[in-house]
């Protein structure tokens, strides 16, 4: 027993514990080319796969101030994802097929009985978005985080066919602008949200509140991101997906720019789609400004595409067959002096 390590607040027998817990929920994520997990690093053998020009797109991200209210709500099978969301959608807005994914968790206080509900989210997201889960690594830190507290974060790799890697540089005037609905306020904008609804209004995570379907705030808040990787690899496939830029940090004001060629803006009319309660509760709690609401959150759309107006018809049907709910929200157009989004 390594006694000096335990007198510092680190249990090396309580990380055993996790790692046993963990191997089968790693186990779930297997898929074609991914090696097991135990080694310094994890393994992918792209050999396997049929690719001609293969890139690799990678992507990284965290849950944020979310694990927070995960925290606050005692519920944390969720936030892991949402881990795995964030980074598995940023590639797979490039057109992207995720291929595996690390995860690293810091903390307090290791319990291997809340880090298995946190890397079982995790096993879940990578199931959602069709990646291994290969490695990764729990952290206890005392002194750095509070017995009770953890954070997490995520790296995710995939490969595209070089020629159809989605960079929106055919993009051109005229193109419209179809939006993915959202499952909520997915992981970004935390700090203010909880700002709003929990220094300035009051609430807990207890709170219910109309138009909610009696369930509380805590349960609407940690509703996992969308991950949308199986929805848009079949469009990939069309070739008639020009661009996506997946509404994150920053919401439509900074995400949808980063799609668009030199010159061109978006036109966005924000009543072609259903805007979602938690927008307007944190918007009213808040006093935060209508359009301040489009730069930090995602309103209720996850990802917008861009497709050439004589193909949206054909793209809005394979959303509709596929059971996903897709919207024209908007088109492409010249910009106009600095603003590259206009919402109205």
Known sequence: MPAA?????????????????IKSHVA???RKGAGGIGGFGGTFDLSCLNYSQPVLISGTDGVGTKLLVAQAAGKHDTVGIDCVAMCANDIAAQGAQPLFFLDYIACGKNNPELLEKVVSGVADGCVQAEAALVGGETAEMPGMYDENEYDLAGFCVGVAEKSKIVDGSSI?????????ASSGVHSNGFSLVRKALFEQAGYSTDTVLDGFDGKTLGEVLLTPTRIYVKTLMPLFETGNIKGVAHITGGGFIENIPRMLPDG?????ENDSWPILPVFDVIEKAGCVEHAEMFNIFNMGIGMVLAVAQDKANEILSLLENSGETGY???????????ERVKIG
């Open 172 to 180: 051109c005037e005229g193109d419209v602008l179809i939006g993915l």
């Open 5 to 21: 390590y335990e007198n510092a607040g680190v249990s090396v027998e309580a990380g055993y514990e996790v790692v046993r817990r």
């Open 264 to 268: 061109l803006a978006a036109q966005i």
């Open 328 to 338: 024209v929200i908007g088109n492409v157009v010249k910009q106009n002096g600095q």
């Open 28 to 30: 779930r994520t297997a």
